[in-house]
């Protein structure tokens, strides 16, 4: 079945955005369960990534990246940065293998069939979230990003000495770190759910929900 998003404009066109669903692989039927009857789902984030022991898992660079300007100016620019230090992530795969059942020792999935509509409905119940981004991640051979044009025109003009690195999340980059995953991992497929607080995120969290609950089918392997 083919799911769609609607939209309606002030000049009376239903427009259409097929939807393509995403899953959650979870290792414990309690897990599942306990979404489906209560609504909870446990949110992870970066800094849990980078202490994840397991290779096919964690991630000790998650966040990190290095971005680049050459040939805009006088001097040429390089920045190491972090972020996603504010942010509640939850890691979901668009297609299942048995091979990435395997890496999570899953023994079913959360279907989600309407990502933005899901991810809406956690928004509301987290503390000091007011905005989100979702999408797949991008896989590259290492975490270096050339930036040309007018990315690289302002990140050459950049005084580190009054500018924040938030200046580069916002303005250069538009957090494709976020998304940024080396390109062994690429087989995983991830679709990344990304929500922002305003404080600093260092631990998981569970979420009671029910009313992302009508976005999803259980699935049990």
Known sequence: MINYSSHIRSFGIKWNIKIEPVYRLLDNDDYI??????????LSCFNNFKKNPDEMQGDKEEGHAIVGEFGNGPRNSHVIYESGLNAFV??????????IIKDFNAVGAIKIKDPSMFAFEIA???PYVE???????????SRVEFLQGEEGKILNSLDFNVHSSHIIFEEITKG?????????????????????????????????C????????????
């Open 90 to 99: 939850m890691s979901t795969t668009s297609k299942i293998n048995d091979t």
């Open 131 to 141: 905005s989100g981004v979702e999408g797949f991640c991008n896989y590259k051979s």
């Open 33 to 42: 369960n306990n979404f489906f009857e209560k609504g909870e789902i446990m």
């Open 210 to 221: 029910p009313e992302a609950v009508k976005f999803c089918e259980k699935i049990i392997f």
């Open 124 to 126: 509301k119940k987290l």
């Open 176 to 208: 494709i770190e976020l998304f940024l995953k080396l390109d062994k991992y690429e087989y995983q497929n991830e679709y990344r759910l990304v929500w922002f607080s305003n404080e600093e995120i260092k631990n998981s969290i569970i979420v009671r």
